[in-house]
């Protein structure tokens, strides 16, 4: 079983950064894909970004541009880096793991966008 924190989420202005990070412990395989997913109140979860072993990079097209996800597999974290926030980014991130057999998830962390 694995188990996913995040951290960096927090408030910050319009045109503003922030950098996520998850960390995964327990069994973790190997091979496997990581990402990042958002829910903002009265919506459903959404995928932001997601990242294979090897380091492939996909992205929502709200994000593409702005947002970058890496990895360091020898520390089994992912991070969100995360710039020009707008407001419509506010939404809790939730962090995944996903192997062949299972879907983990972690706790979230909120990131909140003023204008």
């Known amino acids: 079983q694995v188990q996913l924190v995040e951290s960096g989420g927090g408030l910050v202005q319009a045109g503003g950064s922030l950098r996520l990070s998850c960390a995964a412990s327990?069994?973790?395989?190997?091979?496997?894909?990581m990402g990042w997913y958002r829910q903002a109140p009265g919506k459903q979860r959404e995928l932001v970004a997601v990242i294979t072993t090897g380091g492939t990079a996909n992205y929502a097209d709200s994000v593409k541009g702005r947002f970058t996800i890496s990895r360091d597999n020898a520390k089994n974290t992912v991070y969100l880096q995360m710039n020009s926030l707008k407001p419509e980014d506010t939404a809790v991130y939730i962090c995944?793991?996903?192997?062949?057999?299972?879907?983990?998830w972690g706790q979230g962390t909120q990131v909140t966008v003023s204008s």
């Open positions: 995944s793991h996903r192997t062949l057999g299972d879907v983990y």
């Open positions: 327990g069994r973790v395989f190997s091979i496997h894909t």
